[in-house]
């Protein structure tokens, strides 16, 4: 059974930084789509970027590019997001999860395993 774990989330003000990370038992991890979503109370959970098996093609919504950076260690299981010059905007509950799939989609539905998720809160 694959399991997902994210940490990394906390409370930073305007402007700053976090890492999030995201660790995936099982052997499935390093065929597979890596994608980050997040939700926010009262709204839809929303694509944040996602990253194929190798690392070579990775995609962002466009509320983060040029802030947020996606990367994976497929030999530690392992996926990274670095989150900067965070706003409040970016408040939201952080989901990491696994695609069985080659191609890279930003949809909720497409994607079978998640994790519990990492709270990220940034104050003005």
């Known amino acids: 059974q694959v399991q997902l774990v994210e940490s990394g989330g906390g409370s930073v003000q305007a402007g700053g930084s976090l890492r999030l990370s995201c660790v995936a038992s099982?052997?499935?991890?390093?065929?597979?789509?890596m994608g980050w979503f997040r939700q926010a109370p009262g709204k839809e959970r929303e694509f944040v970027a996602a990253v194929n098996w190798n690392g070579g093609r990775t995609t962002y919504s466009d509320s983060v590019k040029g802030r947020f950076t996606l990367s994976r260690d497929n030999a530690k299981n392992t996926v990274y997001l670095e989150m900067n010059s965070l706003s409040p905007d970016d408040t939201a509950l952080y989901y990491c999860?696994?695609?069985?799939?080659?191609?890279?989609?930003?949809?909720?539905?497409?994607?079978?395993?998640w994790g519990q998720g990492t709270q990220v809160t940034v104050s003005s």
């Open positions: 099982g052997s499935i991890f390093s065929r597979y789509v």
């Open positions: 999860a696994i695609d069985r799939g080659v191609v890279v989609l930003t949809t909720p539905s497409a994607y079978d395993y």
